[in-house]
DNA sequence: TACCAGGAGGTTTTT
DNA sequence: CCTCCTGGTA
């Protein structure tokens, strides 16, 4: 046998050494999958099977790269960067950089992500006057990507009378219209967004038959990673490419599928077995990566979905830790508590910062964290968020880049016509805007031939200088790489030199941020091969094409010491020795948006799901009895998933006393009682001072504390003191209890407990780690 | 044409 | 709380 078949268990091996027809892995979470997916291309290529003719998918470039380097691991040469392996969306766009001119687009066509495909709607909806207040940009866009994602195109938009019904309810009648326009002026400016990728890769193998049949003799071993996220594309387009040879290996879990948002249907995998004749289908159930404890709580709550695949997920791992279920009063308090708990963990347990994660359901929630952490100094990362390339002096400057490489691309052309400026405006811009219109001839085609359309003397010479400067940086293409021009653009525009002048913290972050791109450029270039693994492709069009598939999540230094903060779709694949997942309410977790029919609430749990078994040693499932959201207090209550969590693997000792957190009937109770605030009632601004204010009267619900508790307010200089030698006999204040002895002191070193007795409310148990104490004597 | 102040409106998740 | 857009002024 051969050694990197050594340490798989039977199942595994069986996948990972199955060659030839369709194949099908269910494999559970932290099951070693991708070892498996990994060590079947390396079996497969032990077998004499070329890497050229092996095509692996996946949904993130990190996975992607992953997958790739650990295969030239076992291999133990350079034959895997032959292997094609990447995104749906980057290897589709390698191909359709080669093959564009068939369709009608230019090799360097231009990649629209999100923002540049918002702009190009609201351009197409102002031009057909059309009220912006209707035709939202994003609503607008959502409903065309899923349109595509769905395999409709314009025209079968227009003619669905299901979507037409739709579009009159929503009062947008004219949607089709929107789609067809910006379809167009996406072709016109040379451009595809993102779920174009898709569909126009599918467009081009349906109607070109030799270019279909070149595809399925090149990939003739094809894998997909995670195919419980495909959707009907992706999935017309893998069943295209694998019709010659059958040779297609599907991995997934459907308790793992979280992206239907994205037109994702698990319907794919579990059609799979009627798709292809001798299907074989592997489970992979033991779980190599949870503790048993957090094992059981992801297939208990995971129990409460319909329609699962039947598989029982197990492990051999010690049964570890309780998972520790937290309440805090607001999400200020929880970003403390996390932090607190971070660093408490890293001396009990030798953790470093890189062993932990903090998940969320939404990135607006990461700001919290972020405070806490930077205030006690822990280093950290967010993954996700805007990312580096979207921030507006990078899109400005590769703005530049695109249009030295594509002249046809209006946004890129719009952005930087202007910037720096010099002095042509926006009346100019709408100029030219209605001219091209007019003449049905691109921007720039206005731009070159300036004279003829009656500019001011001033306009015309800075439009005549601008048009000589782009084609003075396109001279350089051909003898120059990417960086070289690059570092002309930064030059000859002032760009740079413009950033470099603006001393101010914001405009030294910008131009730190632009030398970085520089800096990325050149590594970029001077990188042996390209992600793709293909070598020599150093030009400025390569460089553009993956930038704008790279995500914040794809960065290198994975290994750098930092804590990491990320949304749990981001997290997906992933793991980490501790976990926390954080703003576990109703209305954020599940989502107010995702609670309207059952299938958005089991996609709710699913991530739920995924965000458990991201944890390998600890998990905290933290939530917080009010958040500020929008600028004032909203008031929610414990996740409904809270209620689902079996109770023999829970820890409630940091629940705190009120609320959802000893039976779940008391939740009831609670609600009862506090009729009139559940949901997310919002408080003004105003009430945001109020804990601060004898006056005001405080809604009941606010406080969130046991109702016997009388309300203290802590001295406006409150700071807690360090109750490292805090001794029994000492007077202390506490932030909600108010002022009291310690009459005893207990628990361990690391986790201290003190009995003090409150004047107004009597004896409590405080958890030195966690409650702010001022010692007053 | 450029810049500033003030106001409205927006939070789901991503390639 | 934030960002984006508008409309007024220099």
């Known amino acids: 046998m051969q050694d990197y078949l050594k340490g798989l268990n039977e199942p595994q091996r069986e996948a990972a050494t199955h060659i030839n027809g369709p194949l099908m892995i269910v494999a559970g979470a932290g099951s070693g999958k991708t070892k498996v997916l990994t060590t079947r291309i390396a079996h497969l290529m032990a077998n004499g099977i070329d890497a050229f003719n092996i095509l692996a998918l996946t949904f993130t470039n990190k996975a992607a790269a992953e997958m790739k380097e650990r295969v030239e691991k076992i291999l133990g040469n350079n034959e895997a960067r032959n292997l094609y392996i990447g995104t749906f969306h980057s290897v589709f766009a390698r191909i359709l950089r080669a093959e564009a001119p068939r369709i009608g687009y230019p090799n360097n066509f231009t990649i629209y992500d999100t923002d540049d495909s918002r702009s190009v709607i609201k351009t197409v909806v102002n031009e057909l006057n059309l009220d912006d207040k209707l035709y939202k940009p994003n609503v607008v866009h959502n409903r065309i990507s899923s349109a595509k ?35 167009v002026r996406c072709f016109k400016n040379g451009a595809m ?249 691109t921007f720039w085609d206005v731009l070159t031939r300036a004279s003829e359309f009656g500019f001011k003397a001033g306009t015309l010479e800075a439009i005549q200088n601008f048009v000589t400067m782009i084609r003075y940086f396109q001279s350089m293409l051909e003898q120059k790489n990417a960086y070289d021009v690059a570092v002309q653009v930064g030059k000859h525009t002032n760009f740079v030199k413009e950033l470099f002048n603006d001393k101010s913290t914001e405009g030294l972050a910008r131009y730190e941020n632009v030398q970085e791109l520089l800096n990325s450029i050149k590594e970029f270039t001077e990188s042996p091969d390209n992600e793709d693994g293909e070598v020599g492709d150093k030009t400025l069009g390569a460089y553009l094409q993956q930038i704008t598939l790279l995500t914040d999540a794809d960065e290198k230094d994975e290994n750098a010491d930092v804590v990491k903060l990320m949304t749990i779709h981001a997290a997906k694949g992933l793991e980490f020795p501790v976990v926390f997942v954080g ?60 209620d689902e969590l079996p109770e023999t693997f829970l820890d409630r000792t940091y629940a705190g006393g009120g609320a959802r ?87 361990s070193a690391h986790n201290p407990i003190a009995t003090v007795k409150f004047e107004l409310n009597g004896e409590k148990k405080i958890m030195l780690n966690y409650a702010k104490l001022r010692i007053v004597e």
């Not at 025209?155 to 309810?169: I, K």
């Open 583 to 642: 703003g576990l309410e109703e209305t954020l977790f599940p989502n107010a948006m995702s609670i309207n029919t059952r299938e958005e609430l089991e996609e709710e749990r699913r991530l739920f799901y995924v965000a458990v078994t991201r944890a390998e040693k600890h998990l905290f499932l933290t939530y917080a009895n009010a958040r500020y959201r929008f600028g004032s207090l909203t008031q929610n209550e414990p996740s409904r998933f809270l």
């Open 149 to 183: 994602n769905a395999l409709v195109g314009p025209d079968e938009y227009a003619n669905d009378y299901y979507l037409q019904q739709e579009d009159m309810r929503a009062n947008r009648p004219a949607l089709a219209q929107v789609y067809k326009a910006y379809q």
């Open 193 to 441: 967004d993102f779920d174009d990728l898709l569909f126009k890769m599918y467009e081009l193998l349906r109607d070109f038959p030799e270019v279909l049949h070149k595809y399925q003799h090149k990939f003739k071993y094809i894998l997909i990673d995670e195919y419980q996220d495909t959707n009907p594309v992706q999935y017309q387009i893998t069943k295209l490419l694998a019709a010659v040879n059958e040779n297609i290996c599907v991995v997934g879990d459907d308790a793992q599928s979280i992206y239907s948002f994205r037109g994702a249907t698990i319907e794919n995998i579990l059609q799979f077995q009627q798709d292809y004749d001798d299907v074989k289908v592997i489970k992979l159930e033991q779980n190599y990566r949870s503790t048993q404890s957090i094992l059981n709580v992801a297939n208990e709550v995971i129990k409460n979905n319909k329609g699962q695949l039947p598989k029982s997920l197990w492990t051999e791992n010690a049964h570890g830790e309780k998972i520790k279920l937290v309440r805090t009063m607001t999400d200020n308090d929880e970003g403390k508590y996390v932090a607190d708990t971070i660093q408490e963990q890293k001396l009990r347990n030798h953790y470093h910062n890189k062993h932990f994660a903090i998940l969320y359901r939404t990135n607006a929630q990461s700001r919290s964290y972020e405070e806490s952490l930077r205030r006690m100094g822990i280093a950290y990362r967010i993954f996700g968020g805007i990312s580096f390339y979207q921030r507006k002096e990078i899109k400005d400057f590769i703005s530049y880049l695109r249009v030295i490489v594509n002249t046809r691309d209006e946004e890129a052309l719009k952005r930087i016509i202007n910037y720096p400026i010099r002095g042509i405006g926006k009346t100019s811009v709408e100029k030219i805007v209605i001219f091209a219109n007019d003449q049905n001839i």
């Open 661 to 747: 957190n000893q039976t779940s009937n008391m939740g009831s109770a609670f609600a009862r009682m506090h009729r009139g605030f559940e949901g997310n009632t919002q408080f003004s601004n105003a009430s945001r001072q109020a804990p601060k204010s004898k006056t005001s009267a405080l809604p009941t619900g606010l406080t969130s504390k046991p109702p016997q508790t009388v309300q203290h307010i802590p001295s406006k200089d409150f700071v807690p003191s360090d109750t490292t030698n805090l001794q029994e006999g000492q007077k202390v204040e506490h932030q909600k209890f108010g002022y009291g002895l310690v009459t005893k002191l207990e628990g």
